[in-house]
């Protein structure tokens, strides 16, 4: 059973940085894509990030590029998105996805394991 548990989430002022953290169980994950998705009130579920376990890519949507960096430590078994220069319109709830294989894919359908989610306010 795997299980996905974030944390970090909270308010925060424009402009200032949070840490998203994902603890990943119940698997050998070291054949996974873990992903970063999130979604704001009346909007659909939309992709932030992903990395594979192995950590040797990752992918970014175009509206974080270059104010997140996605990354993830083995020993701990836990990922995280560390988010930096945020902008009101990254309100959300942040959900971490998980899916075997190697092929990173931007699509909410494409990934079988999800978190609870944790929410992300951003005040101008």
């Known amino acids: 059973q795997v299980q996905l548990v974030e944390s970090g989430g909270g308010l925060v002022q424009a402009g200032g940085s949070l840490r998203l953290s994902c603890a990943a169980s119940g698997r050998t994950f070291s054949s996974y894509v873990m992903g970063w998705f999130r979604q704001a009130p009346g909007k659909e579920r939309e992709f932030v990030a992903a990395?594979?376990?192995?950590?040797?890519?990752?992918y970014y949507a175009d509206s974080v590029k270059g104010r997140f960096t996605f990354s993830r430590d083995n020993a701990k078994n836990t990922v995280a998105l560390q988010m930096n220069s945020l902008k009101p319109e990254d309100t959300a709830v942040y959900y971490c996805?998980?899916?075997?294989?190697?092929?990173?894919?931007?699509?909410?359908?494409?990934?079988?394991?999800w978190g609870q989610g944790t929410q992300v306010t951003v005040s101008s």
């Open positions: 990395i594979r376990w192995s950590g040797d890519s990752t």
């Open positions: 996805a998980a899916r075997s294989g190697v092929v990173i894919t931007t699509t909410p359908v494409s990934y079988a394991y």
